[in-house]
């Protein structure tokens, strides 16, 4: 019998790049004023496209507008009415905007099967490195997010970015950190272990994570992480595919939302899921589509 591995057919939509953070890493972002918003039309025209499609999950991303900027009310509007207008169109929306209002979480709870944000890391010295000009990458603002979600009793996604400047301690001591909230309130669904990886637009250009460490962080994951929690690990992110099997063969069970684009890592392209599905049988693995909520 052959072991499962999920993936969630996913395509993203982007509310706006423009984002008042500057995370190094970042190949999203677009400075201030230089990027509009997407329209409700446009996007009922791009879902409209997709009904009928095997895409279940609309992953809503967006770059972040400060608290207190006089638009804030309105973005956070803008992106509740896209999440509203994909739910009413048959869709699963899944809502990763950044840091939110309790009162902005509560709401769009309203419109989204599940939400997430990535913790990042846990580890404050990075504030003085890739995390210096991004405010909304503070760890215990990150955390507290993690803990209203709990409250309101959201499914919720988090994870780690790898490879930023953190210590190995570091990644065991924000594995704890998720442990510790889900023992609490039993919301998170899935960690994704997500490699940092160069693209052409970050100001960075540092070096990708080394990949060879994965498998044996997702085996301390396995064992510091509670069982109901899956482990995520992004395909197009680790291009040896045989890492990717040591990935699943140490505990990895999800390789979270596959679209035509990854807005993230536009630089790095996902294998159609067939090809992906026709891979990992070989090797005794069945690739099986999810919602972005598990049974
Ligand atoms: O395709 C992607 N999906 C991303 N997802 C979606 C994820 O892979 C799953 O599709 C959803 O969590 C549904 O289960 C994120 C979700 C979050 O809550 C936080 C961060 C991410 C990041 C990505 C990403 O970089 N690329
Ligand atoms: C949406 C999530 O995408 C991740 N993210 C941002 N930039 C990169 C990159 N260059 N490589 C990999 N992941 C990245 C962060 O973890 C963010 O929270
Ligand atoms: S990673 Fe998110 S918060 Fe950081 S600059 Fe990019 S869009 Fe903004």
Not at 38 to 62: N, P, V
Not at 122 to 128: A, E, K, P, Q, R
Not at 226 to 249: G, K, M, R, S, W
Request: aromatic share 8%; glycine share 6%; charged share 20%.
């Amino acid at each position: 019998m052959s072991r499962i591995v999920t993936y969630s057919p996913s395509h993203t939509l982007v509310p706006t790049y423009e984002c008042f953070n500057r995370c190094s890493y970042c190949n999203f972002r677009r400075d201030l004023g230089t990027d509009g918003w997407l329209s409700l039309d446009k996007a009922k025209e791009i879902l409209t496209a997709l009904q009928g499609s095997e895409i279940t999950e609309i992953l809503i991303l967006s770059g972040e507008v400060h608290p207190l900027a006089a638009n804030r009310e309105s973005w956070f509007r803008h992106i509740y009415n896209l999440a509203a207008l994909a739910l009413n169109m048959g869709f699963y929306p899944h809502t990763n905007a950044g840091i939110l209002t309790f009162a902005e979480m509560e709401k769009l709870k309203n419109v989204n099967l599940s939400m997430g944000i990535m913790l990042e890391q846990m580890t404050v010295t990075l504030l003085d490195t890739v995390h210096r000009h991004a405010p909304s990458k503070v760890p215990s603002l990150r955390l507290e997010q993690l803990q209203w979600a709990g409250e309101l009793g959201i499914p919720f996604t988090t994870g780690l970015l790898l490879g930023i400047g953190e210590t190995e301690c570091d990644r065991l001591v924000t594995l704890e950190t998720i442990a510790t909230i889900h023992q609490r309130w039993g919301h998170i669904q899935e960690v994704i272990l997500q490699p940092y990886n160069p693209g052409k637009r970050e100001q960075w250009q540092n070096n990708p994570f080394d990949l060879q460490k994965l498998p044996d962080l997702v085996r301390q994951a396995r064992e510091i992480l509670p069982p109901d929690i899956v482990i995520q690990i992004p395909p197009n992110l680790v291009p040896d595919p045989l890492f990717l099997l040591d990935c699943l063969a140490a505990g990895a069970r999800d390789l979270g939302g596959i679209g035509l684009i990854d807005e993230v890592n536009p630089d790095y392209l996902h294998l159609h899921p067939d090809k992906l599905k026709e891979f990992l049988a070989i090797y005794g693995w069945e690739l099986k589509a999810r919602l972005p909520v598990y049974q």
